[in-house]
Nanobody, 127 residues
C-alpha cells in the first residue's frame, strides 16, 4: 500500500525558511520521481517541484524557482521541500506524490499520480 505522509507545515511569517517533509512507504522510493504540488482556494492544483529518483535533476514551477528547493534522502524514504523567502501566495495545502511525467531540456511536464499523494500539510503564510 502506497502511503505518503506530509509534515512540517504551519502558520509562518513571510520570508524565512520552512522545510516540508514527506515520508514514503509501499513502493520503491528510490526509483520514483517525486513531486510536490499544492492546492489553494480557487486555484486548483498547481505542480510545484519534482526531483528524479536518484536526485540527479530537479525542476520547479516558475513561481517558486529560486525560492524553493526540493531534495530527497532515499535512505530515509523521504522527500523535502525547503521553502525560502515565503510569500502569502505560497499559502496552500501541500501534497507530495509520485510523478510519472517527463521533461525536455528546460522544463518538466508533470503527471502526478494522484492516488498516491498524501493527506497534505497546510502552509499558511501571513504577515
Amino acid at each position: 500500500q502506497v502511503q505518503l505522509v506530509e509534515s512540517g507545515g504551519g502558520l509562518a511569517q513571510p520570508g524565512g525558511s520552512l522545510r516540508l517533509s514527506c515520508a514514503a512507504s509501499g513502493f520503491t522510493f528510490s526509483s520514483s520521481a517525486m513531486s510536490w504540488a499544492r492546492q489553494a482556494p480557487d486555484k486548483g492544483i498547481e505542480w510545484v517541484a519534482v526531483i528524479f529518483g536518484d536526485g540527479s535533476e530537479t525542476y520547479y514551477t516558475d513561481s517558486v524557482k529560486g525560492r524553493f528547493t526540493i531534495s530527497r534522502d532515499n535512505a530515509k524514504n523521504t522527500v523535502y521541500l525547503e521553502m525560502n523567502r515565503r510569500k502569502p501566495e505560497d499559502t496552500a495545502l501541500y501534497h507530495c506524490a509520485r510523478d510519472k511525467g517527463w521533461s525536455d531540456d528546460s522544463r518538466w511536464y508533470p503527471a502526478i499520480d494522484f492516488p498516491s499523494w498524501g493527506q497534505g500539510t497546510q502552509v499558511t503564510v501571513s504577515s
